[in-house]
Nanobody, 122 residues
């Protein structure tokens, strides 16, 4: 399955941004979709994940309370609503898919999108 992430851009600290992830096929209830990010010079890290079927979610501590992951079944899209952005959130954001639980480990995900750049200025 091919994934497409979109919605990145340049915003100021404190602003909000909403990322979207769509796929080349319909998501199944067994799918879990995750958002990961990679800042310049840093390793890719987990941000949030959701199980398409039961909506179980998981968040990194660094974004808990600021970011929300959700889905829209009618649009076959997973969203990442990002509020109260800080310069530390600047990164390329990737969506990924796996079968099963919304896990946090990169190697657990089989399909990856190309990434969308989020830049937060201070």
């Amino acid at each position: 399955v091919q994934l497409q992430a979109s919605g990145g851009g340049l915003v100021q600290a404190g602003d909000s941004l909403k990322l979207s992830c769509t796929a080349s096929r319909r998501f199944f209830s067994s799918d879990a979709l995750g958002w990961f990010r990679q800042a310049p010079g840093k390793e890719r890290e987990f941000v949030a994940a959701i199980n398409w079927g039961d909506r179980r979610t998981s968040y990194a501590d660094s974004v808990k309370g600021r970011f929300t992951i959700d889905k829209d079944s009618t649009k076959n899209t997973v969203f990442l609503q990002m509020n109260s952005l800080t310069p530390e959130d600047t990164a390329i954001y990737y969506c990924a898919r796996r079968t099963g639980s919304p896990l946090r480990t990169i190697s657990d995900y089989q399909n990856w999108g190309q990434g969308t750049l989020v830049t937060v200025s201070s």
